[in-house]
């Protein structure tokens, strides 16, 4: 790898990260949109949360496997994993006087187990056939969004007021097969089985003074979804190791196609404050509904540049695709240095056109022998706009902040 090529990749990285600024980052409304936004791609094991993600051309790691099957092939012995994390989250509106509360949860992030069939004495043909089972906690949602605080405004004007609230996840059971071709090509396929659970109500409150009868009148609306779904998706990837200290990996994960089941209700009520005419009172029953969901198609693009035992540095380009959601990119840099034989200290970064989120990420990893342990720290920003289910309308802007630290075991048969 040439120093011209080295400067070529970062300048595409650069002009990547100016383009994503100019994209449009909207919250999404409805069980569809929400099942969309619910996928953190930085959910897994510390070395793969302090690189970023960055690990389509890297490998060998149970988080990277998901992004790129053929990753798993870079494994030498049978493995087993254990990962846990916990997130700290704030949504606030930028000129409010309350920042919202702070929300808190723990949870299991992953559990796989590696068996690796490798020929020790073979140079050439396949060297390995390597399998992975495992548990992945896809996403986590927790989030409460206030817009337009009716305590903020005087009381004798009109007001607007809209509450966000969602709370989901969505879980992984994969399994994938990669093989080991001479120690220079790896290409793997995998299957994934996903289930997930989502609620989202959305309240909204109007106050007008004076309506064309001069009256005040007061409007409210609060919508209740809650949804579950299960599905699969597939996925195929490639890595390709040509010299020492160059790698290139390419990866494809299909949709995750499903039937949701969905139950909707809502409440409604319009009055003038100041008279006993013109009361309006509904409650709807409940709607229940089965349609197929379908989430975003990825593809993922990276390229590795490793010195000995030194470290490594990687380069991603991720892009994702739906229908409802148009194209996002990703782009994702992240660097591993060998402090000694043991001692691995991880950066990573990485940039969303999907509410316009940035994240910065460190980690620390010990490889022993047999056991490796692992710890992570990433803080995500990013900034969205609220868009009113009923008219379609920009309501508000919101700023969300994140941090998150994950623990790993592993132990190496």
């Known amino acids: 790898m040439t120093k011209r090529s080295i400067t070529y990749c970062l300048a595409m ?3 990547l990260l100016m383009s994503a600024a100019q994209a449009q980052t909207t919250h999404p409304y409805g069980l569809e949109q929400m099942m969309i936004a619910a996928d953190d791609d930085l959910f897994g094991t510390p070395r793969f949360v302090g690189l970023s993600g960055a690990m389509t051309a890297v490998g060998g790691d149970p988080s990277a496997v998901k992004i790129n099957p053929a990753g798993l092939g870079i494994y030498r012995h049978s493995q ?13 509106q930028p000129d409010a006087l ?6 808190s949860r723990w949870h299991l992030s992953q559990v796989s187990y590696v068996v690796a069939i490798t020929h020790p004495e073979r140079i050439a043909g396949v060297v390995s056939n390597n399998i992975m089972i495992s548990y992945a906690r896809r996403a986590e949602l927790l989030k409460h969004i206030t817009l337009n605080d009716r305590n903020e405004r005087p009381a004798s004007s009109d007001w607007l007021e809209t509450v966000i609230d969602e709370s989901g996840y969505r879980n992984d059971v994969d399994l994938h097969y990669a093989m080991n071709i001479s120690n220079r090509v790896y290409w793997g396929l995998g299957l994934t089985m ?4 989502l609620r989202q109500t959305f309240d909204r409150w109007e106050y007008t003074a004076s309506d064309k009868r001069g009256q005040a009148r007061t409007y409210s609306l609060s919508e209740t979804s809650m949804g579950n779904i299960v599905g699969v998706a597939g996925s195929i990837g490639v890595l390709v190791h040509p010299i020492q200290m160059l790698r290139f990996g390419v990866s494809v994960e299909s949709p995750v196609v499903g039937r949701m089941r969905e139950t909707d209700y809502y409440i409604e009520h319009l009055s003038h404050p100041n008279t006993d005419d013109g009361i309006i009172h509904y409650e709807s029953p409940d709607s229940h509904s089965n349609w197929l969901m379908v989430t975003p198609m990825k593809l993922s693009a990276g390229v590795g540049l490793q010195w000995k035992n030194h470290g490594l540095l990687s380069l991603q380009y991720d892009m994702q695709y739906h229908n409802l959601t148009g194209v996002a990119h990703i782009a994702r840099a992240g660097m591993e240095i060998a402090m000694n034989n043991h001692w691995m200290l991880q950066l990573g970064y990485a940039y969303s056109t999907w509410y316009a989120k940035q994240r910065a990420s460190l980690g620390v990893h010990y490889m022993g022998n047999w056991v490796r342990i692992g710890v992570a720290y990433t803080h995500v920003w990013s900034t969205g706009k609220v868009i009113d289910s009923l008219y379609y309308t920009e309501q508000g802007v919101y700023r969300t902040r994140e941090n998150r630290i994950v623990f790993s075991f592993q132990w190496n048969s």
């Open 13 to 15: 990285v650069v002009l």
């Open 80 to 92: 087993f994993s254990l990962s846990a994390d916990g997130s700290f989250c704030r949504y606030w």
């Open 98 to 103: 309350d920042r919202g509360p702070l929300y």
């Open 194 to 197: 996903e289930w997930a659970q």
